[in-house]
């Protein structure tokens, strides 16, 4: 994440409108809201989100910015798991481009 300007910090808290939010996973960056992630019963992880100064904002503001700020997370977290996968499969990166339409492309090949 340190790749977008964030960063990963585990069993901690974010401060929130509310108080303080105990999360397993925080992500923040400098002066953007800071989002945190828990672990439900079911396996899967909720969304809590900073926010701290924000008065003066809409609700519908407030929730683009955060989903923003969850893509590129969840964007970043897909390749590197791609590629941290293709590698320990043994497969060496050719390239790696970003589409238009915000999509990543990735070549990979192992030679046997």
């Not at 108080?19 to 828990?38: R, T």
């Not at 809590?48 to 977290?77: H, M, N, P, R, T």
């Amino acid at each position: 994440m340190q790749e977008l300007g964030y960063t990963v910090e585990t069993d901690t808290t974010i401060r929130g409108y509310h108080g303080q939010h105990n999360v397993d996973i925080a992500v923040k960056k400098s002066g953007e809201y800071g989002l945190g992630f828990v672990k439900n019963p079911e396996g899967t992880y909720d969304m809590v989100g900073d926010w701290w100064g924000i008065s003066g904002k809409g609700e519908k503001q407030i929730a683009e910015k955060l989903q923003q700020q969850a893509e590129s997370i969840q964007k970043e977290y897909a390749k590197k798991m791609v590629l941290e996968q293709t590698a320990a499969d043994g497969f060496d990166l050719v390239s790696e481009t970003e589409e238009n339409d915000g999509t990543v492309r990735i070549v990979v090949r192992r030679w046997k």
